[in-house]
Every structure is written in C-alpha cells, then in structure tokens.
C-alpha cells in the first residue's frame, strides 16, 4: 500500500511540474521602436533564446530581440546595455549578458494591459 502511495505521489507531483507553454509574445507588441530614451531597467525576463522582456517601471515593457541567441542562461541575476539606459537604439546598442554581446535587432513596446488581462503578469 505504501509503494502505490508513492507511486501516485510521484505521478501528481510530475504532473504539477509540466512545463508552461511557451508565450507568443508577437500578440502583446504594440508598436516598433527604433529607439528607447531614458529607460529605467526595473526587471527583465528572458522570452526566449533571443528575446528577453525589459521592464521600464511597472506599466511600461519592451520586448527586445537580438541579432544571436544570447539568452541561453536564464538564471543571471544582471542584464546591461551596451551604452547604459539613456538611449537604446536598434542595430547600435547590444545587450550584455552572462559575458555576451549581443546587437539589438528589434525593440517592439508591448501591451501591458492585455499582459495583465490574460494574467501573464500581476
């Protein structure tokens, strides 16, 4: 009776484990951006490979993709710019992270609001 007891234990708890499924996070942008001034980096959150989600304060993100995939790591506690946060450009800045450098190909803002609606954000 004890084996069947941990045999389901380690059913659900497999079960309760699976991973999310991945976001499409083309159907949150907003608009294209060819720059961002003055941002002040509050969080960042890798999206995938060579995306990553950098957040100015709380009702304002920006989905970035870079031109390799830099995002291999995402347990890095930092995530910089290349020229800092004042003004990020696209194909001039990179994002430095976990000892890369990776070109910014895209900076798209994404809908906060409809992040929150679909409760992929608090």
Do not use: H
Not at 13 to 35: G, M, R
Not at 77 to 84: C, V, Y
Not at 109 to 115: A, N, R, S
Request: proline share 3%.
């Amino acid at each position: 009776m004890r084996i069947l007891f941990s045999l389901l234990a380690l059913l659900l708890s497999a079960c309760a484990t699976k991973p999310a499924e991945p976001v499409d996070w083309q159907q949150y942008t907003s608009s294209e951006e060819q720059q961002i001034r003055s941002l002040s980096l509050s969080r960042f959150e890798i999206a995938s490979r060579d995306q990553v989600i950098v957040w100015d304060g709380i009702n304002k993100a920006y989905l970035l993709t870079t031109t390799t995939g830099c995002f291999l790591d995402s347990t890095l506690p930092a995530l910089a710019f290349s020229r800092g946060n004042a003004l990020i450009r696209v194909r001039s800045d990179a994002v430095l992270y976990g000892g890369q450098r990776c070109t910014i190909k895209r900076i798209q803002g994404l809908d906060v609001l409809k992040m929150r609606q679909d409760n992929l954000i608090p």
